[in-house]
C-alpha cells in the first residue's frame, strides 16, 4: 500500500547512516498518549499539527508488523514496560475499547512521520509486581470492522430506532405472501 511522504522524510531515509524510531499515539478519552521509541520528548508533526511524544526508549515493544495484499485483517501488539503508576491508573479507569491507535514510523532528523498502522484499541492485559508493571495492548486493523456483524435488522422497528418517520420498511409484512403476475396476465 502506498503511503504519502514528505520530501524532508524521504531524504532523511536516504542519508548513509539513518536512526528510525516508531511512534505510538493512543486516543484515550481523557488525553491522548503519545509515546516514542527514543529518549526524552519529541514533536512530531501528526496530521498537520505539531504534537510532544514521550520517549520510551526500549520499554515500548512493537509486536511484528505486516503488510499484505489481500484485504485480511491484520493486528498489532504492544507491550509497554515498566512504566509510571499514572499510566497504570489511566490504563485501569479509562474505557479503552474501540478508542483509535495510530503507528508511525519516522528519522529522528526530521520531525515528519509517515502512519504504517491505524486500528482500535482492543484487548489489555497488565501485569503489576512490586518492582515493574507491564501493559500489553492488542491492536485491531480497521478492515476487522468489515467482518463485523452490524447487528441491523430489516424491520420497520430497526429502521424507525434508526431513521424516526421513515417509511421504508412499513410495507414488507403486507408484501410478504403477496402474489405478483410478472411477465403473464393475473388470473
Not at 40 to 55: H, M
Not at 125 to 135: F, L, T
Request: glycine residues 6%.
Amino acid at each position: 500500500m502506498s503511503r504519502p511522504i514528505t520530501t524532508a522524510l524521504f531524504n532523511a531515509l536516504n542519508q548513509d547512516n539513518i536512526r528510525p524510531f516508531y511512534a505510538v499515539e493512543l486516543m484515550f478519552d481523557s488525553a491522548p498518549l503519545r509515546m516514542w521509541t527514543g529518549m526524552g520528548d519529541k514533536t512530531i508533526t501528526v496530521q498537520g499539527a505539531s504534537q510532544t511524544f514521550t520517549g520510551t526508549g526500549s520499554l515500548l515493544s512493537i509486536g511484528d508488523l505486516s503488510e499484505v495484499k489481500d484485504l485480511s485483517a491484520e493486528n498489532l501488539d504492544l507491550s509497554l514496560s515498566g512504566i509510571p503508576s499514572e499510566i497504570v491508573s489511566l490504563a485501569l479507569q479509562e474505557p479503552y475499547q474501540k478508542r483509535v491507535c495510530r503507528l508511525y514510523i519516522g528519522e529522528q532528523s526530521t520531525s515528519d512521520i509517515v502512519e504504517v498502522f491505524s486500528g482500535k484499541m482492543d484487548k489489555m492485559s497488565i501485569a503489576d509486581s512490586g518492582e515493574d508493571s507491564v501493559i500489553k495492548l492488542s491492536v485491531e486493523s480497521k478492515l476487522v470492522e468489515l467482518e463485523r456483524n452490524s447487528g441491523w435488522r430489516y424491520t420497520n422497528d430497526n429502521h424507525q430506532s434508526r431513521y424516526s418517520g421513515d417509511t421504508f420498511f412499513s410495507y414488507v409484512t403486507s408484501l410478504q405472501d403477496q402474489q405478483i403476475a410478472w411477465g403473464r396476465k393475473s388470473v
